[in-house]
Structures are given as structure tokens and as C-alpha cells.
DNA sequence: ACCGCCGGGTGCC
DNA sequence: ACCGCCGGGTGCC
């Protein structure tokens, strides 16, 4: 079991629990209990944070004539160890900013400071305050930074060499002078670190680093290009203007100057001839439901190059038929060029952006007259639709279908109608579709990354979370002009392309984190991987937070000219998060761990103004941030309908009570044990299972009937016993109602597995982690030694109705609760409809057989459910058609942040969730753009119980966690020791 | 390197 | 002189 390793290994994370998060409203950040309750939490990187100056020294650089890595004075410049050196093991390698080489550290120090590196005691830093004009050595300025209980062992190390530390007092600290911006002039200015601010004036501070419109560039409103038909709000319109801003402009990156013929970095003093590249995207944070996703289509259609309009055919009918014609005839077989410069005459390059280097094909798409030649085509308008009305589809007939089966038959991509759609059958995601079809051609056009010019780059790749991925295709059909040749490929299941040419003459690539992920890790070939991009889109870009996360990985390999970032949640998860995100954009010298850390983590994290200040404007120079409050010349963004939480606290029957109460003496008495064995936390797996259990008592009896009853022992069996236990566990975590994400991609678990040490991953994800450190893998949780051959999978679905035969139904006082306020509502109106909210999938089962009883026609969201599945159920709930389902049952995490469930008015939450944001994410689901009514939210609780314990825990922790900034505060063992006491009545 | 270090040449004042 | 001193060769790790 996991908590046997939490002494070895003090980030160890137990995912049975780590689907139970609590929120930290300030920072947006999810947090587990576990980490919090044990005070651990975060991966090693994390020991940077917490770390304490041990002082400075002063060495020496050799060796400088043989390398071509430069400095300036008072540059930064980085150690890295360089084992394998053939003249000596202990060999530190000096680089500069820009990573190239300046020399090595001088030997004897090298084989004091060589033990310090390798056993991470400290992470050495240097700035180099004389670097320029050295033509063989020169000082350096090293920092040695760790933790605090490293101290003494690092002293003692370089005593014994005869270095000595000149005492941290002496030293800002920072490695340069807080707002000076002059590297390393500290060391011969000694001071106490910068002014300190308070927790509270950081908080401040930190609100103000994404509130602030009122410069020019984020004020600035343009309009959508033809083919965008719904139109933009002002808001949407701002960050079109900004938008399309960033991705033209010619400036120089945040903490870039021009000095006579070089180009300095303010921060790091680091200068070079080469002109550093400007990020041409950055991060669009506006709060969900204020229109990302139409805004960034409106940026795809409407700045192609230098501002124009993305060039579009409109269809005609003439054009469709010969297009289709053509379409037959190269299908048939291997293109030739006659049939391509036929093509050409009819489809000019619109669909076809980068089939060869001919001379037509540059002149049509990177000639600046061409494309508005193109635009004139498109300006016949189609009548605008008000925001979030549906645009019904004209274009589709039925030859576009035949040409879908057609193609489909070939493996090629098919051709997306709404036609089809609405039978069912296009809209499965498992095979590629395309708006409008591209013109099938032989293999002429493979693109390569390097060949291409910039001005025939036509592509956007855009890759979002399984769960968005149908919000994409939806929105490109509800706003986009049906007349107009958007070619778009899904690039998803196992059907996918191939082949780059078919990528290079598509508009729009749609992919998800997992699928790019998977092509990357099978090196054979990725396609998206093998591809310059003129754009490339991370929906939900704080997916990529971790950065040793595979998709993190994968989405930092690709190539393209413009990134954007969406999410609603800037800074998800403190302040380190933000790394991976400005490491995908490129930002120079930020995609570099270190500079990052020195620059800006730390300072920031230690309460430095002048990193605070650094932070500030990289923040405001790419990030556009709104949220529901915001206002536009004086009015709100959006204005929703009210929204209303209800606390309805249930009276459990006596015999509900009794088997409450019998459960809850139980767990008393085992944690009672712990408690009086001191043993509590290191139990606290088991702590947490007896709240799970209450929490389903409260709902339902039946709920827990299932859960192992060997959660409270330990120790090993046979392997045959070994094995059932570990599926158990691991049906436990999957069954929890917690969502379990799995700890390397951070997503949904997809193919779980359950290790020996009884950790949770994807298959995949495990598999690659195993291969790439084999034969030595670890698992990422506990570091216990992990094979492929252990793994456990989770046998398919013999689910709950073999597991539990023959239980009778029977209510609960929940349920009764539930059927009296639904009941008592479509009395009122029939066609109100309603959302049930539970963590237990199984408590949603139980609910059925009332709601059918009743005659409520309902549908069903949940984890378990394929994407084809939730698409139907979705589309079902939301239809106002007569007979349309009036209830939907929802497992709480289901359906991710694009969920859009506004036909509801009403939302019951049948057991509170431990994290109050997963809670208020599933209101938003309802309660956003496009909900007509006031929204009321019903909150069952069940009073005198671990429910009612519950929320008031959620108030404390909301209540400090606002005072909070940035890295975790664990709190005190007193504390956790009093919350448990708190949520059992102890 | 306008240094340090090495090793050969050399040796009263 | 088993030294000192001189001056040329030489130079990261």
C-alpha cells in the first residue's frame, strides 16, 4: 500500500485520493487533502522553491579560448555538470544564457562544488561580473541555494577543500539588483533582500497582473472577416483586435533592448547579434463562457498573412459538382498533372495550400494581391444570427454525402454534413471529417519542416481535451459561413492520416492532448510532429502545466510560426505552472528552466518587487485576461441570468440513521486506534476510505456495500490475491465518483492500470514511462520500482450488475428529496428541465428507477460513456423539441469545462464534492452563455453529518487559502489532526 | 597570459 | 648547485 513508502519518499501521492481536491479560490489551484494533511506535495522541482541562500563565493571560469559562448559583465551564466569529461569526472561545463558554452569551472573548486551538484545539496548559480574582454579566464560569482537542512553539509564539503561561503547577509540573493535590471551588481552591493511584502500585497498585486484593459492594444475592437457569420461581441471583437496585434507584430520580446548593433536582455544581461523572435501569439485567459473559441476562429479566418483574411472559396453549385467529378476521378488512382492544373482552373489553391513549390501555387497563396481577390469571392453575406442562435446549414446535399462514403471507403478523410450529422452518422469522431472536401491529389506535396517559407504556411492545429473537441466542431458549424471552403480534418481514432499532405491542405487540424500524445511517444511517425504550423492552439492550455508530463512534451515538439494559449485559469496551479506555457511560446530566455526559475519563480516566491515587477509586464505584454465582471466602455462582458444556491438539509429516516451511525462507529473506532497509536497520518488512506463511506451513506445505503473490506489491513497474499486486491483498489478509485486523473498526463484515465505499489495510471502513459527509463523505471508517485509485466489492468465491465445481483431497489431520503422538488416542478412547468449531480455513478443508477417510475424521460452524462454516447446525450438534453429528455444525470467531473448543458434551469447536487471548484464548474455548465433563465442550484446535505462537516472544513480552507499566494502553505500537523477530528466528530 | 607553472640552462662580484 | 635565478615554452576540463 501507498503510505507504507510516505517515509521514504515525501511527495509520495496515493491516487486513490488524489481525485479528491479542495479548491484554493485565490489561486484556482486544486489541491488534495492528502497533500495538504501531510504537508507534502509537487514533484522535486519543488525543493527550489523552498530554497534558502547558503551565501556566495567566488571562482574561476577557464578555459575561455576554447569555446565561443560569450558573456557580458554582470551576466548570468549557468553550471552544468559534465560527468563523462575524459580529463576529469568532476568537470562543471560554464554556459551562458543562451546555453552555449563559456568554459569550465577551474578544477579544484570543480571537485569540491562536483560532490555538492551530484548530490543535489545545492543548485549552484553564477553571474560573471567582469565577462566581457576575457580572453582566458575570468571571476565568477556562484550562489548556493537549497534547502535549509542542506546548509551545513555544503559548508562543511567546502571547507574541507578550503572554500568558505562568504555569508548570504552580504548578498541580495537574487543574482541581480531587484529593479536595476543589472545582473549580478549585487555582489559588490551588498544589501538585506528587496523589500519584503506582505502576503496580502502580493495577492493585490498579483490580482492586478491580469485585470488591467486600459492599454490601447487590448481596447481596440475589429470586426470578424466575412466568413465568420455570428457576430462579435465588443469584448470578442477587443481580443480579435489584440489578437491579430500579437500575431503581426514586429517588437521585440518583453525585456529585449536594442544596443547599437546587439541585442541585450535586461534581465539576464545576456546579448547577442541575432535578433530575438517575437512570441506571435500568447495567452488568451478569459474566463470560460466569454467566446474563445469563437474568437479564435475569428482570428484563423481573419489574419491569414500580413492581416488578411484567410483566403476562402465560396461554393457554388457548379463548382461543387465539378469539385465532386473531381473528386471521383482522383480517387480512382494516382493523381497526374493535367488533372492538377484542371483542378486549379476550378478550385483554385484555397483548398490545397502547400501541394508543391510550383510557381502558381506561391503566387496564389503568398502574393499579396491574390488573397483579396479571394475575399471578393466571399462577399456575397449571408443574413448574421445573434450570438449563440444556431445557423441551420444550407449547403449540404446529397452528392457532398455520396462523396463522403466514397471517400471514407479509401481511408481518406470524409466529408462533414449536417445532413449526416443529424442521422448520427458523421459526427462520430473516431474517423476524420472535414468541413468541405479536399481535393484528393498524388503525393506530390509532402511538406517538410525546413523547405517551406513562412508565407505558405496555411495549417492551424488546434488541440483541446477530448471532452471539447465536439464543442469545436460544433462552433465551427454554428458560426462559420457553410458556403466557404474551410477545410478542417479531426485529426482522432485510429483512422487518422498519415500522410502530412493531407495536413498541409487543410484551414483547420482539430486534435486532442492524448492523441498527439500517443503519435509522439510512437516515434514512428507523427505527422503533427513532422510539420511547421502556421498556427498551432492549446484549448485548455493548462493542460500542459506539468512539465514532465508526455503531452507537455509533445505539444512543446511542435513547430509553428503563431502560438496561442487558451484557458480560463491562468495560473492553475502557483506560479510555476506558468513555465510550460511561456516555454510554448517561446519566450526567450523563459523556455529555459533555470532563467525562469532565477528570474522570475523565485524572486516572485520570496517576495522580490523587482521579480514582481518582471512578472507583471511579461504577464500584460501577452496575456489578455477577462473575466464575467469584466466591463467593456462601461458595461458588464456578458450579463447572465441570477443565480441561486440552496442548501436543502435532509433528515436521514432512523433506519438510515442506523446504519449511518454503525458505519461511522467503525471508522471511529479504527481511527480512535490511530489516534491513540499516533498513527493517524500515516494512515490517512484509510482515513479518507471511512469518509468516502459516510459520504455514501448519506446518499444511499446501497452505496458502499461493495467496498472492499480489506482496506483497513495490510500485508501480501498470494499473487492471485495480490492481483484481486489490486483490482479492487483500483475499482474503488475508478468508482469513487472522484474522476481519478492520472498523475502523468494529468487527464482522465484512459486504459487504467493499477501498479504493485497500487498507483492508478493510463496505460500508455505508464508503458512510456517504463520504456524511457528502463530497464531502471520508477513510479512517478512513490518511486518504488515498477515493470510492465506487473501492471494490472481493470478487467471490462462486469460492472455494478454483476457485482451486486439481486439488491432490491429501495429510496433514500435523498431520493425522496429529489422526486418531491422534481415532481413539484413539472407540476409547475413540464418543460423545465433539470440537472442531477452526483460523484456516485451508482447513486445516478439508483435514481434512474425512480425517474422512469415517475415517467420523467431523462438522459445521462458520465465518465464511463463514449464520446459518440455523450455527444447523443448531450444533444438530446439540450434540444427543446417536445418529448425531449427533461433531467439529466451527471457524474460531477464528467464532460470537462466545454460542457454545455443551458437547456437546464435547475441543477440538483445530490452529495457536496470536496472541491468546491469542481462543484462551481458544474454550475457553470449551465449557468453561462446562452442560459436565458435564473439558474437555481439545490444542494442536498445531510444534516448531523460528515456532509455538513464537510462544507465547513470547505469554508475554512476557502477562507485561508485567500490569504494564500502562490506555493503551498501545508499546514501544521495540529491543524490536520484537528480536521479529522472535525469531519468524524471526534 | 601584463599571469603561474614547468623544466632546462646556468652559476662570484 | 640535493640550491636560486634566468628566461623560453606554454596554457581548461
Redesign the pocket.
Known sequence: MAWKYLNDFSWDLDPDLYGDRLYNPFTRELYSPLEELLGIGGTADEDIDSAVLFGTLRGNV??L???TGVVNNNEMVALQR?PN????M???KVNNVNGEQV??????L??SLAHIMDNKLAQIEGVVPYGAHN???MPVLLSFWGKAENKEAVLRNLSLDGFKLAPPGKSLGFGYSGTSGKAGTSYSAPVRAAVQMTTEQLKTEFDKLFEDLKEDDKTREMEAAEAVLTPLLPHQKQSLAWMVLRENNKELPPFWEEREDFFYNTITNFAEKKRPENVLGGILADDMGLGKTLTTLAVILTNFHSGKPLPLEKKSNQLKEEYSLQQKHNLKGPSVLETEEENDSVLPQSSCPKRDKEKKFTNTVSSDSEPEEKITLINTKAPKTQPGSRKRRKGASSDVVEDSAFASALGESATYSKKAKRKGTASALGKPTTYSKAKKKGGTAVQSKKSESEENLRATLIICPLSVLSNWTDQLEQHIDPAVHLNTYVYYGSERTKDPAVLSRQDIVLTTYNVLANDYSAKSNSPLHNFKWLRVVLDEGHTIRNPNALQTKAVLDLDAQRRWILTGTPIQNSLKDLWSLLSFLKLKPFTDREWWRRTIQRPVTMGDQGGLKRLQSLIKSITLRRTKTSKVKGKPVLTLPERKVFIQHITLTDEENAIYHSVKNESKAAISRYFSEGTVLTHYADVLGALLRLRQVCCHPHLCASLPPSTFEEGNGTPEQLRTKLIEKMKLVLSSGSDEECAICLDSLNLPVITHCAHVYCKPCICEVIQREKPNAKCPLCRKEVELQQLVECPLEDSDDTEKPAQEWISSSKINALMHALLDLRKQNPAIKSIVVSQFTKFLSLIEVPLRKSGFIFTRLDGTMRQKKRTEAIQQFQSSEAGSPTVMLLSLKAGGVGLNLTAASQVFLMDPAWNPAAEDQCFDRCHRLGQKQDVTITKFIVEHSVEENMLKIQDKKRELAAGAFGAKKPSSSETKINEIKTLLDL
Open positions: 577557464v578555459g579560448r576554447y569555446y559534465e569529461n575524459r580529463y576529469d568532476n568537470a562543471i568554459g569550465h569551472i577551474k578544477k579544484e570543480a571537485a580572453a582566458f579566464t
